[in-house]
């Protein structure tokens, strides 16, 4: 059981949004920053959002990310058939001591 | 270019140890914080292990708490993780990180290809 809640799985169709969830708590996201990641079947994984709604150098401005209290989502719009992936969220808890992440979102574009 | 390649993984019985290194380059070592992350089979990302820029401060997961343990060498630019008393539970594929920052961890900028190490009899 993860620390942070991620939806198991989420699909839409290639060019329109989807939104994925991270729910935590106040000791990890409702006072530190958040981050995500995306894995592409059979490589490590990537940075694509940082300090809770920045994007690394190379990172298109497709995908954004946002924090609101001890929730965090990832916005991905135009989606194309490449973004198929998991998705993950991370953060430090500053209870644990420890870095936790979500379990995980697949996303499929059909 | 930032480079961050691990090796030490394997196949390895249960209870044995097993030492993993990362070896980086492309940036100042001394001046990041460094993690290890690893996937079990099918699994998500399950975080394990920080050590401070200086490797002043240690952080462990508790899954790994009092049989792994993580260091650095700034002079090799190297980071390593010692695993001992190993357990089926252990498999996974390994994966080296550098943080964004020095200390309190931050976001994972920059992962290493992973190193498969398998606990098995």
């Given amino acids: 059981q993860s620390v942070l809640t991620q939806p198991p799985s989420v699909s839409a169709a290639p060019g329109q949004k989807v939104t994925i969830s991270c729910s935590g708590s106040s000791s990890n996201i409702g006072n530190n920053y958040v981050s995500w990641y995306q894995q592409l079947p059979g490589t490590a994984p990537k940075l694509l959002i940082y300090d809770n709604n920045k994007r690394p150098s190379g990172i298109p401005d497709r995908f954004s990310g946002s924090k609101s209290g001890t929730s965090a989502t990832l916005d991905i719009t135009g989606l194309q058939t490449g973004d198929e992936a998991d998705y993950y969220c991370g953060t430090w808890d500053s209870s644990l001591s420890t870095v936790v992440f979500g379990g995980g979102t697949k996303l499929t574009v059909l | ?121």
Wanted: charged letters at 20%.
């Fill in chain 2, 1 to 121: 270019q930032v480079q961050l390649v691990e090796s030490g993984g394997g196949v390895v019985q249960p209870g044995r140890s097993l030492r993993l290194s990362c070896a980086a380059s492309g940036f100042t070592f001394r001046s990041y914080a460094m993690h290890w992350v690893r996937q079990g089979p099918g699994k998500g990302l399950e975080w394990v292990a920080v050590i401070w820029f200086d490797g002043s401060v240690k952080y462990l997961a508790d899954s790994v708490k009092g049989r792994f343990s993580i260091s650095r060498d700034n002079s090799k630019n190297t980071v390593f993780l010692q695993m001992n008393s190993l357990s089926p539970e252990d498999t996974a594929v390994y994966y080296c990180a550098r943080d964004r920052g020095t200390g309190t961890p931050k976001s994972f900028e920059y992962w290493g290809q992973g190193t498969q190490v398998t606990v098995s009899s």
